[in-house]
């Protein structure tokens, strides 16, 4: 590989971890309300309000049907309007966000149903409004599965990612497709798959650390 | 509790119902018609087999389930009207301990404790003394920065206890507190429940399916069937005179009163022809349950009884003893009349040949 396509991976390399890390972040904020309310709200639970459920529902259902590739397109307009532009790294931000919330939704969601009936029982026996149980119960009860769920989700948006180029929106899936797809430059590929697989061990491996750092489900040896 | 007021109650069940909607538009009754009082400062105690409703009956005092019928009042206050924020300050005078601790498991055995006074908008600083001090008082103060998964079956239990104390409750329920915990460890968790209930005055409420717990601690009971309550009264009373075939099932396992197989499988409800043998249980009671009652019917009316089962044990202060006696049929009217005249209670079970 020649010198000059170094800094070129580099910058590729940069765009994708800047598309994933701030599309990651900003579907957290999305799902992870969406999750603990899909998750608390069907008839005679804590929010209990059966009807906005089956709507949410249906909507997330309906927004994870649609392949990531369509997604991307057929946005375009709402993209421009978000963010003034349908081109480019920023634009692409915009159709990873719009996947990411209802795929974090249903992980959290189901981080959050493990949580044992008896201790939203014993709360709610303390006098706990429905909010301080969802922060000091389920939260902090749910954080392993819910930390695994976002490492997915992560490793999922790195995936993605490499499909907006069809929008410019650049980074390694792009560079993939544009200069060893299309230039026949085999070794580029090569470049770009590895530095994708050492993206997600990364994140994989940084993720089940710290959900094995909140994990106190299981008596382990203390390291005093 | 002499001299306490007859309207001093902790907790008044009034001909309280709950049912439940069944597919096909019937109702399932969970209770029926439950009128029961707890007096303050008892260990009452509710004893019935699983699905008989004494879950149910518990969760309306803090109103986790709600009545369909009658009401519920704690400290004069009626539960099942209450919403809201008033729920929620009745619930805050109410702990509750659980046969599974339900701990977080995210949280110290301190955080744990720290729990209801954080829900309660506590300062920082009173929650440390508080829980400092709770954390102490169940003998836990070693193990406060454990985890959950780090303690045994009896310390979650403690941990339980000092969390259901944090907001100083004036009644404790206990859902089959120490279902789930081997014998000795039940045992050092219903003493330190007789510890709070003396030392603090706390009203405590327990549901239990085995009647070795309301021996051990319950000052007052109540048995439930099919949601209904068939049975109540100082425990010793009960004991001593259970009325109801559900309370007799349940002391048969924990007086050691059990007809032997060979007995019972043999036995029937009415005198045969020909010579036979009565089986009668004598319940002893009081001062009466020291004396060498068998040896008196033997020299006095010469009258032999065969012990066939039996033990003598303590209700609280008070020694209690249960006998199973065959004697021959003729003379057993005479042998019972003389029992009964030294003050033990006698009931016929029925004869053998």
């Known amino acids: 590989m020649s010198a000059n396509l170094i800094p070129i991976l580099w910058e590729a390399t940069l765009q994708t971890m800047y598309m994933v890390a701030i599309s990651a972040v900003l579907g957290t904020l999305g799902g992870l309300p969406l999750g603990v309310f899909l998750a608390t709200s069907q008839r005679g639970e804590l929010l209990s309000a059966p009807w906005i459920n089956k709507v949410l529902g249906l909507v997330v259902n309906a927004a994870r049907s649609v392949p990531f590739i369509i997604l991307v397109v057929a946005i375009i307009p709402f993209t421009r309007m978000i963010v003034g532009t349908s081109i480019g790294t920023n634009a692409a931000i915009v159709p990873l966000t719009l996947a990411a919330v209802p795929f974090i939704a249903r992980l959290v969601?189901?981080?959050?149903?493990?949580?044992?009936?008896?201790?939203?029982?014993a709360a709610r026996a303390m006098g706990a409004t429905p909010m301080q149980i969802v922060r000091k119960v389920l939260i902090p009860e749910a954080l392993p599965g819910i930390t695994l769920g976002l490492t997915l989700a992560a490793v999922s948006l790195i995936g993605y990612s490499a499909m907006v180029g069809a929008v410019g929106g650049q980074g390694l899936g792009d560079l993939g497709i544009r200069y060893g797809?299309?230039?026949?430059?085999?070794?580029?590929?090569?470049?770009?798959?590895?530095?994708?697989?050492?993206?997600?061990?990364?994140?994989?491996?940084?993720?089940?650390?710290?959900?094995?750092?909140?994990?106190?489900?299981?008596?382990r040896n203390r390291g005093h | 509790?002499?001299?306490?007021?007859?309207?001093?109650?902790?907790?008044?069940?009034?001909?309280?119902?709950?049912?439940?909607?069944?597919?096909?538009?019937?109702?399932?009754?969970?209770?029926?018609?439950v009128s029961l009082t707890v007096p303050t400062g008892s260990v009452t105690g509710i004893i019935g087999r699983s699905g008989a409703g004494k879950s149910t009956l518990l969760r309306m005092v803090n109103g986790l389930e709600r009545p369909t019928e009658g009401s519920v009042k704690v400290a004069g206050r009626d539960v099942g009207g209450a919403r809201g924020s008033n729920l929620r300050a009745i619930r805050r005078d109410v702990g509750m301990i659980f046969q599974h601790f339900n701990l977080l498991?995210?949280?110290?055995?301190?955080?744990?404790?720290?729990?209801p006074l954080e829900i309660a908008g506590t300062p920082a600083g009173q929650i440390k003394a508080r829980v400092d001090q709770l954390v102490d008082q169940v003998g836990l103060s070693a193990l406060r920065d454990r985890y959950p998964a780090e303690l045994s079956g009896g310390q979650k239990q403690r941990v339980g206890i000092a969390r259901a104390l944090a907001t100083s409750p004036k009644v404790l329920l206990s859902d089959e507190a120490t279902s789930a915990l081997d014998p000795e460890t039940t045992q050092t968790v219903l003493e330190l429940l007789s510890q709070i209930n003396r030392d603090l005055g706390l009203t405590i409420l327990l549901i239990t399916h085995e009647m070795a717990v309301l021996r051990d601690i319950a000052s007052h009971m109540a048995v439930i069937e099919g949601g209904r309550i068939v049975e109540s009264g100082p425990t010793y009373d009960v004991f001593a005179k259970p009325n109801h075939g559900t309370t007799r099932s349940f002391l048969s396992g924990v007086t050691g009163a059990t007809l032997p197989a060979f007995v019972a499988s043999r036995m029937t409800l009415d005198r045969p022809d020909g010579p036979a043998q009565e089986v009668i249980r004598v319940t002893f009671a009081g001062q009466h349950a020291t004396d060498p009652m068998l040896a008196m019917l033997a020299t006095e009316l010469g009258i032999a009884a065969n012990i066939l089962a039996g033990a003598i044990e303590e209700i609280g202060p008070h020694p209690f003893g249960n006998l199973l006696l065959s004697i021959d049929a003729p003379r057993a009217p005479e042998a019972r009349a003389f029992l009964e005249r030294h003050a033990l209670t006698t009931e016929v079970l029925g004869y053998v040949r």
């Open chain 1, 109 to 121: 969601e189901n981080a959050i149903r493990e949580v044992e009936a008896g201790l939203i029982e």
């Open chain 1, 181 to 219: 797809y299309q230039r026949f430059m085999p070794e580029v590929m090569l470049a770009v798959v590895v530095i994708l697989i050492v993206m997600v061990q990364l994140v994989q491996s940084l993720g089940e650390w710290i959900a094995a750092r909140v994990d106190r489900r299981a008596a």
């Open chain 2, 1 to 33: 509790m002499s001299g306490t007021p007859p309207d001093n109650a902790a907790i008044i069940f009034d001909r309280l119902g709950k049912s439940f909607p069944k597919s096909g538009g019937d109702r399932v009754m969970a209770l029926q018609d």
């Open chain 2, 105 to 115: 498991a995210s949280r110290t055995v301190w955080g744990n404790v720290a729990l």
